[in-house]
């Protein structure tokens, strides 16, 4: 079974400033993929930045930048440069190769509030 | 209209009503997802349809029915419902490729309140 933990329940950073979203997931499977999600207030849940469990390379995605610790399992995402348009729930959430190659696993989400 | 679309946004039902969500997307995927987010918990699959299959968590009880008559259009059933049922029902869907992220686009939700 796939797990993804997030830690933060709350975060609370000054525009700006670059702030760190930790996640981190429990998997079996070599290939998996894992995905952010931004869900303002309004309720619809926005795709942000994706990383493949077998890319070299960190993601990154204009302000978004995905911090991949494999031997540590650990996504964590990086917003650079806060805006007040942040402020919302952000979630982390993993597909793995094994059972319905189409479902996701979430986290339990972070609320972010960006502070003028 | 564009991407994924959910009709209605709000929605107040009585525990003997039935009615109806509908979702819509525009992106011409191959698969279709609900979700069920309630307060406090992480998102909750429901039910997933593509051209290959048709995947339903097994917790979620029998008073919700999904109906999926083609890739664009995804309905969910809704009868006897209960308090517990109230929450945010998000519709999603995603691109099958081998290989690809198949990354999920999601619609706006509908708000669901059983009284």
């Known amino acids: 079974a796939q797990k993804i933990t997030q830690t933060q329940p709350g975060m609370f950073v000054q525009e700006k400033e670059a702030v760190t979203l930790d996640c981190t997931y429990d998997t079996s499977d070599q290939s998996y993929g894992l995905f952010w999600y931004k869900q303002p207030s309004s309720g619809e849940m926005i795709f942000l930045i994706y990383?493949?469990?077998?890319?070299?390379q960190n993601a990154t995605e204009g302000r978004y930048s995905l911090n991949f610790q494999k031997a540590r399992k650990s996504a964590n995402l990086v917003i650079s440069a806060s805006q007040l348009g942040d402020s919302a729930m952000y979630f982390c959430?993993?597909?793995?190769?094994?059972?319905?190659?189409?479902?996701?696993?979430f986290g339990s989400g972070t609320q972010l509030t960006v502070l003028p | 209209e564009t991407g994924v679309t959910q009709t209605p946004r709000h929605l107040v039902m009585g525990m003997t009503n039935k009615k109806s969500l509908k979702c819509e997307q525009h992106?011409?995927?191959?698969?279709m997802y609900w979700y069920k987010q309630s307060a406090k918990k992480p998102l909750e699959l429901m039910f997933v349809y593509s051209l290959e299959e048709r995947v339903e968590n097994n917790s979620v009880p029998s008073r919700f029915s999904p109906e999926c008559p083609n890739s664009s259009h995804l309905f969910l059933h809704l009868h006897t419902l209960q308090p517990e049922d109230s929450a945010l029902y998000l519709c999603?869907?995603?691109?099958?490729?081998?290989?690809?992220?198949?990354?999920?686009?999601f619609g706006p939700g509908t708000r669901l309140t059983v009284t």
């Open positions: 992106l011409g995927h191959n698969a």
């Open positions: 999603a869907s995603s691109q099958f490729r081998q290989g690809a992220p198949y990354e999920q686009y």
């Open positions: 990383q493949g469990s077998y890319d070299e």
């Open positions: 959430a993993m597909r793995a190769s094994t059972g319905s190659a189409r479902q996701l696993t």
